[in-house]
């Protein structure tokens, strides 16, 4: 493992900032109605330092495991913080699972506390938590009984020692995000948050001077990652989204200048702008010299994205003509690849050398090479030290000689970027005998700016086909008559010129439009936004065959 200096490691850095950077403030946590709540330096150490003494005096083994479950605030990072002081191992639960996993995460960890906070469904996790586990309440938490997190702040005095632990001490336990079966715990360093804030920097440039909003879940690698990582090597202020209904809000009040969102916001933040301007108008309009810039910088400052100078993109692939779209308006989004056993930094394009399509080259932290097969492998310093209590998974993940295989098929151009080609995993099997790998297709079957969502299947059937999803509110509206006939014209053209570039074998039957909503909560999608297949086939397995029959290249699922 690479060597680090242990001043730059996550806790050694909050005591720095905490005696340097006293009165700046870290922190920005909307309290609702539009009112914000800053925490500088000194108060956020002041309350993890209280909360750190809390913890250690209950006792419990040095690295135990505390969960915290909750939506991004200033308190997760607190409570993050606060676990490491007092000894312990953080365990971060998505804020929207359901009861079941929350409970298998909970056991599978053997956790001794649960920090609970701002959450959209309490009442459905609550059942999650094991009985008898004590829980801590943190502000804006609407679980009653539990103590409650300011208490502990005013009734307990903070910690006076500054602990330090090691690279390679365990800090946290990442569960992945299950897009199949019970999900696994990648056991990290502290290095990691150290090693993977260190090579970002050869592609964000970040400073103190930075500023980001944090809205992904905190519980997922990616945000841990390139949002509380960078926060606490660099100290640069930090923002926090509200809600759904107010996330243009908190994008402007942050104007962040670092940015990273997956796919499906991209698409939905575009779709937002193209609802209220057609895109031959916004197209006519930017073109026009003077006037096109000044159209183009008002979309981004109504975006809150006036500021960004580094924008990225991850976790799936984004359409190349959405990229297109963005760099029209100056945003260049910039590709990158990780997971959560690499902690979330593997490869990334750089600023204007980026390619469309790839996700460019290794990060500092990491090596990559490809298997005889075609698999990515990866190695690095900020990789995981293996699955919680599953040897046998650790084992059947790396090779005898220490790559991690991804299970991801990629290539490289001759600039050594690297372009991710499927998942060994989800290719299928046609009745012909045939192998398809549906993320390309679905990256170009995506590009139709009037869907949100795609996803390609055809187990067993002659031809694969594909089933998509309609933005909030658009079925009703394209429920019949002239509008559902237009979309249906345009789809179908789109779907041809998508087959066009296909090979045989690959083309696409029909796209079926389907009313229901992929979400979390309807079990669709996991917590960042990936579609579990197996869920949707089985959902809408016994409509396949009928679908087919029809012989259209539109099909519309019965509400």
């Known amino acids: 493992m690479a060597q680090l200096d242990p001043k730059e490691l996550p806790l050694q850095r909050a005591y720095q900032w905490e005696k340097e950077r006293a009165n700046d403030v870290f922190l920005t946590q909307p ?42 605030t200033a308190w997760w990072f607190m409570s993050d913080l606060a676990i490491w002081m007092a000894g312990y191992v953080s365990v971060p639960i998505y804020p929207n699972l359901v009861a079941e ?26 059942p999650g938590i094991p009985e008898g586990m004590p829980c801590i309440s943190t502000p804006l938490c609407e679980a009653k009984g539990f103590k409650a997190w300011d208490d502990i702040v005013k009734t307990t005095q903070p910690m006076k020692e500054s602990p330090t632990f090691k690279a390679d001490d365990m800090a946290t336990i990442i569960y992945t995000s299950g897009t199949t079966g019970m999900p696994k715990g990648a056991v990290h360093g502290f290095g990691s948050f150290t090693h993977t804030a260190k090579a970002l920097i050869a592609f964000t440039g970040a400073t103190r001077n930075d500023r980001m909003l944090s809205y992904l879940p905190l519980a997922h690698v990616a945000e841990r990652a390139l949002v509380e990582g960078q926060a606490l090597y660099h100290g640069m202020h930090v923002y926090f989204a509200e809600s759904l209904d107010t996330f243009l809000a908190d994008l402007q009040r942050a ?23 057609p895109p031959q108008k916004l197209n006519r309009l930017m073109s026009i010299p003077i006037l096109g810039g000044i159209v183009k910088k008002k979309i981004l400052k109504q975006l809150g994205l006036d500021s960004v100078r580094i924008a990225g993109t991850g976790a799936a692939p984004l359409p190349p003509e959405v990229m297109a779209w963005y760099r029209k308006l100056g945003l260049e989004l910039l590709e990158g690849y990780g997971m959560t056993e690499q902690f979330a930094v593997c490869t990334s394009n750089m600023p204007g050398q980026s390619r469309v399509g790839y ?130 014209t345009e789809l179908a053209e789109h779907l041809k010129v998508v087959n066009e570039t296909l090979d045989p074998h690959e083309r696409l039957d029909f796209v079926a439009v389907v009313p229901e909503q992929w979400t979390v909560e309807s079990g669709f999608v ?34």
């Open 526 to 559: 996991t917590p960042t936004l990936k579609i579990k297949r197996n869920v949707v086939e089985k959902h809408y397995g016994d409509f396949f065959e009928t679908w087919g029959k029809t012989r259209k290249p539109v099909v519309w699922h019965a509400a």
């Open 359 to 488: 996700v460019g080259s290794a990060s500092s932290c990491c090596e990559v090479k490809l298997s005889d097969t075609g698999e990515v492998l990866t190695r690095g310093a900020a990789h995981m030290q293996g699955y919680y209590k599953e040897p046998e998974k650790t084992k059947e993940t790396m090779t005898d000689d220490g790559w991690l295989k991804t299970g991801d098929l990629g290539a490289f151009d001759e600039a050594g970027r690297l372009k991710i080609v499927g998942r060994a995993k989800e290719q299928f099997k046609t009745s012909k005998g045939k192998y398809v790998s549906p993320a390309p297709i679905e990256t170009k079957l995506g590009a139709f700016t009037k869907i949100e969502a795609v996803m390609v299947s055809g187990v067993a059937f002659p031809q694969p086909f594909a089933l998509a999803m309609l933005p909030m509110g658009q079925w009703d509206a394209l429920k019949a008559g002239d509008a559902r006939k237009a979309f249906e």
């Open 31 to 72: 309290m609702g109605g539009g009112v914000v709540r800053d925490f500088t330096w000194a108060q956020t150490m002041d309350e993890t330092r209280r909360v750190a003494a809390y913890l250690k005096a209950q006792g419990w083994e040095p690295g135990s495991r505390v969960a915290i479950m909750s939506k991004n």
């Open 255 to 277: 104007r962040p200048t670092v940015f990273f969102s997956v796919p499906r916001l991209w698409v939905k933040f575009q779709q937002g702008v193209l609802a209220k301007v």
């Open 101 to 126: 996993t929350v409970r298998l995460i909970m056991e599978h960890s053997e956790c001794k506390l649960c920090i609970v906070g701002k959450l959209d469904d309490w009442k459905s996790m609550k």
